[in-house]
């Protein structure tokens, strides 16, 4: 068999869906109904889970660590309001398109920086990316509202059919098919030969270069589609609170995410996801808990899961179901002989 075919078929099994992720998906869908009272966390959720899906691209998949993800989201953000608020695009999907397509115009441009240097010069360029649109966001006050954030959003329609509601319930389905959607479009290009070279080039770029790869183009269209990504979730973050303020662009936003993907694991698409539920639920329970120290108990799980070790802990939570499904599968095996005549 040829290299390129057995990359091909590496590529279609890789992206080949089993039953663990129809269930994912199954469960999620299932919460969105089970729990009318929590919309608005849900969707709060479903954001933050396409904002870690945009880092782990980059983190994951090409080893381009980023302090100022928050950029790209605030950048989103504030394109969704201020189209809405100014009436240049009403049509949420395709103000959110468009705020999407403004961070992606960012992303291409900054990734020329981004791409030089090694890891701590990526984290400084990134951070300070994000730091000068604060200020920037700042200083132009009478655009972007300053301090007390745009004021007066109001979106329109979904397809001009569903209302946003105070409740959040179309917010948070709209989130839902926004993620979901965007999680199809990310599956297929991982499992591609495109994301197959982003593998080669984290584990070593001089050999990938070596070998073929256009190891830079290769990060900057990675790169550029993960600001695609981000600035997507911060359009969903604006039109389902009409809420746009320099919070978005805050550090403590960035450092949340990389939380996210330490919590959930980056390099597989579902860390991203898992890791924006894990951590907004324990984020939800010690601040009813603890409402001053929530921070601390969140900082000593993550002590846990570095000493203990993402999969130890796997092996531990599998540790019972394995065990039932042996014992059916014993069972099932046990096969009655029959006696001899002798």
Known sequence: MSAQAEVSRHAIRGARWRWSEAAFWL??????????????????????????????LILGYAGIVSLGHAAFFGVGAYSAGLMALHG?????????????LVAMALGFLTSFLVIRGAD???????????????????????????TDGLQGIEMQPILKLFAFDIFGKVGLFYSLAVLFLLFLLARRIV??????????????????????IPVNRRL?????????????????????????????????RSADLMLVLVIGGAGYLYGGLIGAVVFR?????????????WQFWIGLVLVVIVLVGRPRMHRWALWAPNLIIKQIAGRKAVVAVPESDA
Do not use: W
């Not at 049509?91 to 705020?99: F, R, T």
């Not at 979730?233 to 805050?250: C, E, I, K, N, R």
């Open 191 to 212: 499992h591609s030969p495109f994301g197959l070279s982003l593998r080669a080039i984290k584990n070593n770029p001089l050999r990938a270069a070596a070998i073929g």
């Open 120 to 146: 701590l010069t990526r984290l400084m360029v990134t951070l300070g990316i994000a730091l000068l649109l604060e200020a920037l966001a700042e200083r132009f006050s009478d655009i972007t509202g300053g």
């Open 88 to 100: 240049i695009i009403t049509e949420p999907v395709a103000a959110l398109i468009a705020a999407g």
């Open 281 to 293: 639920m324990l984020q939800e329970v010690f601040s009813t808990i603890t409402p001053q120290y």
């Open 27 to 56: 469960v999620v869908l299932a919460c969105a109904f089970a729990f009318p009272s929590r919309y608005l966390i849900m969707a709060d959720i479903a954001r933050l889970a396409l904002f870690a899906l945009s880092l782990d």
């Open 220 to 252: 900057i269209a990675i790169y550029t589609l993960s600001a695609f990504y981000a600035g997507i979730a911060g359009a969903l973050f604006t039109q389902t609170t009409a809420l746009a303020s320099l919070d978005v662009f805050s550090f403590e």
